[in-house]
């Protein structure tokens, strides 16, 4: 089973936060109000509301705690597209205990987030999934992404979206007879998914894959869920 660190503990404002106050935005990420000194891009109230937005929804292996629109949407994008790694660590949070849950009652063997292109991880400086399972402890094992694609979110049609993403994914461990959890922020149709299962089952058959997404998009629940 899976290995789960203790996670990592923030008992006053690091130096990277120090700096972000001083020279970046002190405005809330969501309602724009000016936030606390001890806040960083997320005022208190914003927090809670973000909190009680929570619920996970279950169907079969897949598992998304948010709906991928308003403000979980427009949080999500801040956190990754402006590298505000302290978002990352809210969102750490707010999903542990119910990601721990998870891979216990599943007995999970590996988890493996989905990985960023080349392109979007030197641009932001991380991987989001990752950051935020190394903020809460949990260990896991890298796929490679063989080549940079497309947004899915460009890509109206389906067709389209299984060609940009086709065999994009390999990974250098085995899966066979194993407990696995494939870990992404955002489920926007299913097809990354498909295609990072196709790359596990190269390795052997796992004895079963389950799927944790912090958010869904619409397109997706409504259809599969």
């Known amino acids: 089973m899976i290995k ?88 750490s949070r707010i999903i542990e205990e119910d990601l721990k849950k998870i891979i216990r009652e599943n007995k ?43 947004p899915m979110h460009r890509l109206s049609e389906k067709n389209l979206r299984k060609i940009n993403i086709k065999s994009v994914f390999r990974c250098e461990f085995l899966a066979e007879n194993k407990n696995i959890l494939i870990i992404d922020d955002i489920i926007t149709t299913g097809t990354t998914v498909e295609e990072m299962i196709k790359a596990l089952e190269n390795t052997g058959k796992p004895k079963n894959i389950f799927i944790f997404s912090i958010s869904a998009a619409p397109a997706f629940y409504k259809k599969y869920l």
Do not use: M
């Open 108 to 150: 999970i063997d590996i988890v493996v987030p989905v990985p960023a292109s080349r392109e979007k991880v030197l641009e932001r400086g991380f991987n989001q999934v990752e950051f935020i399972l190394d903020e809460i402890g949990i260990d896991y094992k890298k796929a490679v992404r063989e080549k940079d694609t497309l």
């Open 4 to 91: 789960i660190r203790k996670r990592k503990i923030h008992l006053s404002l690091r130096p990277s936060q120090i700096l972000r106050k001083f020279f970046f935005s002190s405005k809330c990420s969501l309602c724009k109000k000016e936030v606390e000194e001890d806040e960083i891009y997320l005022c208190r109230k914003c927090r809670e509301k973000i909190e009680k937005l929570k619920n996970l929804h279950v169907r079969k292996n897949i598992y998304y705690l948010f709906e991928y629109k308003n403000d979980i949407r427009n949080l999500i994008i801040d956190y990754k597209l402006n590298g505000r790694k302290e978002i990352g660590v809210f969102i």
